[in-house]
């Protein structure tokens, strides 16, 4: 990869352009779905006293669901950027690296043999099983003689025990098919619940990645570089872990695992806005909100007017883009 | 029962076919056994009293359930552990196994869709979509493996990633049509629950052609699983029975698939003991293997059944438990090697 540093320029015009999007998506987001709610009745009502149903709908539906699409987005694309600039692995993402499915696994564990347990405190065990199903690939990562494209075989194969036992799991519980929804990766019942659930644990990790983008753009170039310019990189390591339990767990409780955001996002922004981290994250956490914002869409319409998960399209698109790196990084690394 | 792995004198192959017998045998009684576990305990003695011809009220029990299931698990371990085998010695990689590879994914997937848009489809016809649907992904990963002349663990990697889409896509189907999605789901987790005489009868004339077939093409898969030269040099259509051995591994998997749903990782495990076992020549691999993924899917299922009765555990569960800490070690293994 050329370290190409980043251009102010061109920053700014992601910006613009990332912005842009986000706001076509959501207006898209907002206004699409099985009841037609117009502009003009949202703006009309909004003060009145006893709103309508349209209304009702969007205030209570389409708008907390919009919001939590875009910070999930947001939380898995800079979790998944944090973990390519610690590990230094171009595969490195919540997915890939057993967290979605670790997270996944405690979380309906949780939710079967505790079943008395607030939906609030699912946030806990999934950070927990995030903790747990990453650490178990980065064991294996830490060996020496790893190659990346081992590791991400590591990975997938974790992802699959841990998937296997959810699945196994989930047999026995009698609400089969909401959690088969939830553990597709899904948003469509989203609520100012959830919302306000993940959003102080967003806000956490988001800030903490913010912190310590300084730090991990002199992580890319190597652990004894950063050692001589004087970084600590065994606190750097341990925040960004934080970070990344924090953003890829929260977003598992709520959404379930929304898979290869924080695979495709990081790539995509660091060919945009180059190799300085700061610019990476800003553009990750813009680039995954616009992503997840736009699935959601397309989820609403693939079997319109029945829902799928929006997991299921953010798959679709991450495994071909998956295969690619798989390949590039193959040939690479032979 | 440590078997040397190098040349093979006569004395050698007497003893690894006195091996086979013996694990053959291990497997009957392992599938005996097995047949009395589950939510109403069926004592040995009992179950060979039914056989005599003594009714009872298990009978009815031993001869529709038990007995059909212990069969069943016998074939389609035994299916799965020789396209597996067939499937390393022709990519020559010691990852490559139908379910690695995403073969039993991309057969999961076209069997769920016929399973929930056509019920009442004949489970004869399963077996051929599920073939199709592995056929499909084995295409894709070879024409993709043509272009960046794979690595084995690049091979398994993109193996993974399309397993990954055909999971996508079978979870798509299965929430888009939750009725029925609980069937399909315990269907794709892999189990022998509920499943009967009309599955051995899908299956059966399946594993009659292509088991031969498969040991008669032991000695190509000998030289096949050379390197590229050697295999052009003593004299093989190295491309043409490449493809020849490929549709056999995916038609072997698609079948096992149809019948019993994607159980995973037994297509890798059982190649690998029996290579340790028996050595890397097919003609003792193929058989051994065979046996040795029916010893181990006959176990998962009686274990799946006995653990927690009558709840029981899929199969596919038990063998992924014990499938995927041995893929680490394998993929371990392979970079100390090279």
Redesign the interface.
Known sequence: MTMRRTNKRSLVQTCICLTVLLAIGLWLSLFTGVAAIPLQTVLKQWSLAEPSKELLIFQTIRLPRAVLGALIGANLAVAGALMQAITRNPFASPQVFGVNAGASLVVVLAILFLPSIGSANLIYFAFAGAILGGFTVLG?AS?R???N??I???G???H??LT??T??L???NEH??DV??W??GSISGATWADVRMILPWSVLGLALAAGLAGSLSVFRLGEEVAMGLGQKIVVVRLLACAAIVILGGASVAVAGAV?FIGLMIPHIARKLVGTDYRAVIFASAWGGAVLVTYSDVVARLI?FP?E??V??VT??LG??F??YL??KK??EL? | MKVDTTAASSKRSSRKAIALFALAAVTIVAAFLGMSVGSVYVAPGQIVAIWTGESSSLSFIVENYRLPRAILAILAGAGFAISGVILQGMIRNPLASPDVIGVTKGAGLFAVAIILFFPHASPLVLPLFAFLGALAVALALIAFARKSGAQPSTFALVGLGVGAVCQALTEFVLVKYPMQANDSLVWLAGSLWGKGWDEIYGLLPWLCVLIPAAFALHRQLDIISLDEHSSTGLGLRVSQSRYGLLLLAVALAGACVAAIGSIGFIGLLAPQIARKLFGNQHRILLPGAAIIGALILVIADAIGRGVNPPVEIPAGILTALIGVPYFLYLVRVEKKRT
């Open positions: 294996f060996s003689g790893m190659t494209l081992k991400a075989l590591v997938m194969a974790v699959l025990l296997s036992i699945k196994g989930i047999i026995y089969i098919s088969m929804f553990l597709s898979g079997s029945f799928s998960p997991g299921i798959a679709l495994t071909p998956f295969l798989a390949r193959g040939r032979v």
